[in-house]
């Protein structure tokens, strides 16, 4: 393919994409509320932090699809 030529992205690969935000979503939720309970809160902060960037990509992501 040309450089100047397009790419199509595939719809698969997008779900997917997705799906592993979602799931990576998941996982640091419950960990930023164990963190929480357990009172390390600046480990549970580390994890908001991260959960907000991750919720960002995923809403660039809808938007785009």
Known sequence: ????TPVVKDEKI???ERM???DR???LE???KKA???LEFEKAGLFRDEILKLK???KKKKRLA
């Open 56 to 58: 960002n990509q995923l």
């Open 1 to 4: 393919a040309d450089s100047r």
């Open 25 to 27: 979503l998941y996982h």
């Open 36 to 38: 929480s309970a357990n």
């Open 20 to 22: 592993n935000l979602e």
């Open 30 to 32: 419950k960990a930023m």
């Open 14 to 16: 997008d779900f997917f």
